[in-house]
């Protein structure tokens, strides 16, 4: 357990999508420090097994592409905990078939936006009447320091899937600030995980080009992804939504790095 302060979630209910690895596992490991009941959602089955046995929380299998899917996963953490407070919509993707425009053809463009954007969709229609119902909850949705800023390397499905994202939570933030419906972007820059690993897993010199754009000269761990998580879900955030939080090492504020 942290040392650190705990209990600000005590009580209530979290939905995490894509909950099995990097940043949806920390934050359930945090969450469940913090008192929450967490419903853990993943495709993973053998893992999320693992994971709910090991911390005491619900796992549910769901594609999160599939609507009936994401209802069940929502409605099974309102049927178990009599609430749904919390909705962290963090299932992502970022296969390598995904580069330029130029390159990339049409079924990967789909997958990528039915995986990363539609979802973000489908969790937050799904989540959205248990909270207006309890006229509260806070909903955060991955959306990436790529959707404030334009890369010459691209990754064009995935960044325009994480734009979208960005954009809806706005919108949603906005829609429903008077219902006591907080809707936050949370913005990574690049993080520790093992999608990022794979990555440069054969490629070390494409890493360190990485880490010259990153002022600080490091990765994120996700251990830091999931504390900025808490705070857009606890009440410490209460005055914030519709915006985009973005936790990435001061990339997007930087002109130059420091040498």
Known sequence: MSSRMQGRLQGRTAVITGGCSGIGLATVERFVEEGANVVLGDIDDDRG??????LGVTYAHVDVTDKSEVDAL?????????????????????????????????????????VNLTSVY??????????LDQRRGSIINTASFVATMGAATSQISYSASKGGVLTMSRELGVQFARDGVRVNALCPGPVNTPLLQELYANDEEAAQRRLVHIPMGRFAEASEMADAVLFLASDESSFMTATTFLVDGGIAAAYVTPS
């Open 122 to 131: 489908l969790c937050c229609k799904a989540a959205l009447p248990y909270m």
């Open 49 to 54: 097994a693992e994971i709910a046995e090991k």
């Open 74 to 114: 929502f409605r099974t953490a309102y049927d178990t905990y009599g609430s749904v407070d919390i909705a962290f919509n963090n299932a992502g993707i970022s296969p390598p078939d995904d580069t330029s425009i130029l390159d990339t053809d049409l079924e990967a463009w789909r997958k990528v936006q039915d």
